[in-house]
């Protein structure tokens, strides 16, 4: 602030008020603040609870004038013309810009009221109005699609770790050969047996419509089923294997040429090639187990370097692979869902601690939205199902009678033996477990 502006009078270095660019003259303003509060009163208590809800929105409370003229604040026009004015732009549409003769501008701002009073004989009119402040943004409100989120945050955990992974490879390529040879051999050998059991038949039957008697239950979402013959599943696994086993045969001719972009980047490609070849998302969780559970090579050499960073980035997709599955995943129960939350999470925090420990930021942070979002995907979708609890009799007694006395609905009976796995439905165990509604 300059020495002249220091030196004004008071008076004199006040701004003109205006709402919407719109001059007046200010007899005074007032600005009220506060607390939301919500008051809650208990019988035979004394005394209330009162439950701060957060600040309330800033309100200026401003009485003014306007004038024949406008001269002495800046207006223009006749006092007819200005209340003309005034009128339009009160009933315009959204936020508007109120400047405060000291406090300065205040850009989002509300009308809330507005009066116009003249005087039947004079020249002027009298402006009462309330002005509320517009700063919180609606969206934040909105609870986001945390089950959209898991697919996209998993693509971009994968991108993230690869290209860290492939940074630090190509620091030492050449000391990290053995263990790069090492690494890959293996890997091409476990995806080799694993791609046999997730596209068998077997496998596959679960993405069929319907459940296939007591035994087979799929967890992949009805709008999700293949709703394919025996036959054509046994051709989409075949399908399946087959592109598996070509990014197999594309990852060996890599090694051997020792491209570096292409071994880190095609064992990425694998890994999802796997989680995608079954629809299945609890087969494709299954298949991704041992890659998730691999061990590293004991430290202290270079071969056990390379081998380890390798190691690493074939475990950490597969984490974000069985991250992925829960997304398109359907749950029975709260208790499936919360247990499922806290195994995935699992895996994830002891990724986060090792990314942590390598300074891998990036994949950090990549992994920590991942978690967050399975964690609200779960807890969102798990607090609507119904949880599990124990059923106890004293005689064995049909499944139908089980179903209606429980759920006053037959048609769920299939459920129950699919939960309890009797012998037969018409004998159900005395102690069993199900839904609780």
């Not at 009298?126 to 969206?139: D, G």
Request: hydrophobic share 40%; with cysteine.
């Amino acid at each position: 602030m300059g020495t002249n502006s220091i030196n004004l009078p008071f008076f004199q270095s006040l701004r003109p008020a205006s709402w919407r660019n719109f001059p007046f003259g200010v007899s005074s303003i007032a600005l009220s603040l506060g607390r939301k509060i919500a008051v809650h009163e208990y019988p035979y208590a004394d005394g209330v609870y009162a439950e701060d809800l957060g600040a309330k929105g800033k309100a200026f409370h401003v009485m003014g004038f306007i004038v024949e003229g406008g001269g002495a604040y800046g207006g223009k026009g006749t006092l007819k013309e200005q209340i003309v004015e005034l009128e339009r732009i009160a009933m315009q549409w959204g936020n508007g810009e109120f400047i405060h003769p000291t406090l300065g501008a205040r850009p989002k701002m509300c009308l809330l009221n507005f009066e116009i009073e003249q005087d039947q004989k004079g020249r002027v009119a009298s402006l009462r109005f309330t002005l509320l402040e517009n700063i919180v943004n609606p969206t934040v409100m909105v609870v986001p699609n945390a089950q959209g989120q898991t697919e996209d945050l998993g693509t971009r955990a994968k991108e993230t770790t690869t290209l860290e992974t492939l940074t630090e490879i190509k620091k030492e390529v050449r000391k990290y050969r053995n263990g790069i040879l090492n690494r890959v051999n293996k890997f091409t050998t476990t995806v080799r047996q694993v791609i046999s059991t997730a596209t068998s038949l077997f496998s596959m039957i679960t993405g069929l419509p319907g459940e296939i008697g007591r035994y087979i239950g799929s967890a992949i979402p009805q709008d999700l089923k293949t709703n394919k013959s025996v036959q054509q599943l046994i051709g989409l696994g075949s399908a399946n294997r087959v592109n598996v086993i070509n990014k197999v045969d594309q990852l060996s001719n890599a090694l051997d040429a020792m491209d570096i972009d292409k071994i880190v980047n095609g064992i990425s490609d694998t890994v999802s090639s796997v989680f995608e070849s079954n629809p299945d998302p609890v087969q494709a969780l299954n298949a991704m187990l041992p890659f998730a559970n691999s061990q590293p090579m004991p430290s202290g050499t270079d071969e056990a370097i390379g081998f380890n960073l390798l190691n690493d980035l074939i475990r950490r997709t597969a984490v974000i692979c069985i991250a992925e599955s829960t997304a398109k995943r359907a749950y029975v129960s709260y208790d499936d869902a919360v247990n499922t939350r806290t195994i995935v999470c699992q895996y994830i925090d002891q990724e986060l601690k090792i990314a942590g420990d390598q300074g891998l930021d990036g994949t950090y942070n990549a992994l920590m939205n991942l978690r967050i979002s399975v964690s609200q995907d779960l807890t969102s979708r798990g607090a609507d199902l119904a949880k599990v609890e124990q059923i106890s009799a004293a005689a064995s007694l049909p499944s139908l009678v089980w179903a209606q006395r429980l759920y006053q609905d037959s048609g769920r009976e299939k459920e129950l033996v699919k939960s309890a796995n009797p012998i037969h439905p018409a004998f159900m165990p005395i102690n069993f477990k199900a839904l609780s509604s």
